[in-house]
């Protein structure tokens, strides 16, 4: 949660009182993320006019999502904010 706080520019307890846990951070991400996905990717795959055409559907909706909200997954793998991240601290606030 440090780099978290170091990232955003707040302290560390600011990060702890919000979100409690490590574990509790990891679950409000993952369905955060889950929740976006699915709002952009669902209505793309429920119109294919039939079953064989939603996977192919699927895939290109699932790449598009991931298109556009690389930053925070390349964030969460980066040791050390680049200068885009710094610049642009309120997008790691929204992955929250």
Do not use: W
């Not at 909200?69 to 904010?81: D, G, K």
Request: overall charge positive; glycine content about 4%; some cysteine.
């Amino acid at each position: 949660m440090s780099k978290i706080a170091k990232l955003a520019k707040i302290s560390a307890g600011v990060v702890s009182y919000r979100v409690g846990s490590d574990k509790e951070l990891t679950k409000a991400v993952v369905a955060h993320v889950a929740e976006l996905a699915c709002d952009m990717m669902v209505p793309q795959i429920v119109v294919q006019p039939t079953v064989s055409e939603a996977p192919p559907a699927y895939l290109m909706a699932n790449l598009e999502f991931m298109r556009l909200h690389r930053s925070p997954a390349l964030l969460r793998s980066s040791p050390t904010a680049t200068p885009r991240t710094a610049k642009h601290g309120s997008k790691i606030r929204r992955v929250f």
